[in-house]
């Protein structure tokens, strides 16, 4: 059965899954320039060219993924994986990352050459959605109406264009835009091709070591990344060779890397959403090759000023709905809790971020307010502080935890709990670096945590049995 290039459905995933990578470029232009403060030529020399290489190549190969997955089960229906900047990435990169290293240096290229060397998806958009939320409320709208019912525009207009198109319109009636903006964009396009800047890279490596406790929680996290996201594929049916995708995104982060660019583009979350859009194989490449031109041409300032910020985000919301809806669906109904506990770290890691940014930009940090005034005011910092660093690994401890414990099987809790006492003690979670002894309270917590459930495994209790329905919830998933 041989499949087609292009399918109808590829039309709506292609708008829908441009429009999601167009977001996630121009918002990482915008933090390159407005929060590092780095020259827009550098953006849009340097870095954009470089990402537009390993999108180009990345889409290519995961296209080839999907034809041969399609030859290979006689099916016409495979959906290529999604790839492109990952949000997670992208704002670790910026703000846990680049951040630190300009507010302390005031040096936009010191941010960058870190960034470059060890290179969070629904708060953000939210916020910027409610900045102007009569562009963007109706934008989400037609996003849910389009991509999670089976209500269609007439002639089958693909959602993602349609959705865009009502929000540039209210936008620039609305006196959201300037005419003089476009002008000034206009401007400065012009062809960069990239090329290697290995100078830059060994520049960063050299201080990579303060920031290990975020680099290697970014390695784990790219890790599981990438392995849950093929699971979320094999989910919606097509199942990925994890191999395969593992060496793709780490040659697409090092290509990446080497032309000048920290932000290493990832298989991410959404291919349920592309596939329920009609997507195949014909979107991603599609994408990966229009996005690639707009990046060697310097175009995003253009598009910037000519779409409204509202009117492209309300598609990061929709996908972080699609991830946190497929997080409690695909797993047991008795692992909710668990699935809360895993989040939590992250949303303390993204409050305090938020908290520091804005300390910052009133020219203090926490420690010159101090913790007795924040908590005063009712700001818990130190603990929201110390709960979300190493966010990646703490989410995946304490959910696992969490998990075993639902499940009465406490040997297992207190292995993890015992892996929590570990990875805190070296400063791998819930630590500013890596450093021995970098939280004793906090690994002692982790011991007591461990003992408790060794008593309570001791007492050999019978594993929770699953529920009916869970068990064929799970059997129609491995289906």
């Known amino acids: 059965m041989k499949t087609a290039y292009w399918v109808r459905g590829d039309t709506n995933a292609f708008f829908g899954f441009g429009v999601n990578v ?73 703000f846990v990352i680049m951040l630190p290293i300009y507010l ?7 941010a960058w050459t870190a960034g470059i060397s060890i290179t969070f998806i629904s708060m953000n958009p939210a916020g910027t959605m409610w900045n102007y939320a009569w562009i963007a409320l109706p934008v989400f709208g037609l996003l849910l109406i389009g991509l999670l019912t089976d209500v269609k525009l007439p002639y089958n ?3 993602g264009l349609a959705a865009l198109l009502v929000g540039t319109a209210i936008g620039w009636i609305g006196g959201a835009m300037s005419v003089p903006d476009v002008t000034a964009a206009a401007k400065d ?3 960069a091709f990239p090329h290697l ?12 070591a303060p920031l290990l406790a975020t680099a290697i929680p970014l390695g784990v996290y790219n890790f599981t990344e990438a392995m849950t996201n093929v699971e979320s594929a094999a989910t919606a049916g097509d199942r990925y060779n994890l191999r395969s995708v593992l060496l793709a ?67 990061l919301l929709y996908i972080g709905l699609l991830i946190g809806a497929q997080a409690f669906q695909a797993t047991p109904r008795a692992h909710a809790a668990a699935v809360v506990a895993a989040l939590i770290p992250n949303i303390a890691q993204w409050a305090t971020g938020q908290m520091d940014n804005a300390l910052a930009a009133a020219g203090t940090t926490a420690a010159q307010v101090g913790t007795d005034a924040l908590a005063g005011a009712g700001v818990v ?45 070296v400063g791998l979670i819930h630590a500013p670096k890596v450093q021995w002894n970098a939280d004793g309270q906090v690994t002692l917590g982790y011991l007591f945590l461990a003992t408790v459930c060794v008593i309570f ?22 289906a």
Do not use: Q
């Open 381 to 425: 910092y130190d603990g929201l502080k110390t709960l979300g660093e190493g966010a990646i690994l703490a989410g995946l401890v304490l959910g696992a935890i969490v998990a075993f414990i639902i499940d009465k099987r406490f040997w297992h809790a207190a292995i993890f709990a015992g892996s929590g006492a570990a990875l805190s003690f």
């Open 104 to 110: 302390t240096t005031k040096d936009p290229v010191a």
């Open 22 to 94: 167009l977001v996630n470029v121009l918002t990482l232009t915008g933090l390159c320039i407005g929060v590092i403060g780095m020259p827009a030529s550098d953006v849009f020399g340097v870095i954009l060219p470089a990402l537009g290489i390993a999108l180009v190549a990345g889409n290519v190969y995961y296209t080839y993924l999907a034809r041969r997955l399609a030859a290979k089960e006689n099916r016409t229906d495979v959906t290529a994986l999604p790839y492109g900047p990952s949000v997670p990435h992208m704002f670790i990169v910026i």
């Open 157 to 159: 207009f693909p959602i």
């Open 457 to 478: 495994a001791l007492t050999r209790p019978a594993p929770r049995e699953p529920e009916p329905e869970e068990t064929v919830e799970v059997a129609e998933a491995r």
């Open 249 to 315: 995104d780490g040659a697409g982060a090092v290509i990446g890397s080497c032309l000048g660019s920290p932000f290493p583009p990832a298989v991410y979350v959404g291919h349920p959403g592309w596939k329920a859009a009609g997507g195949r194989t014909g979107y991603s490449m599609a994408t990966g090759v229009v996005i690639a031109l707009l990046c060697f041409f310097g175009l995003f300032g253009l598009l910037g000023a000519i779409f409204p910020t509202a009117a492209i985000v309300p598609i």
């Open 197 to 208: 800047k290995v100078g830059l890279l060994l520049d960063g490596l050299k201080d990579m």
């Open 189 to 191: 396009i012009a062809f």
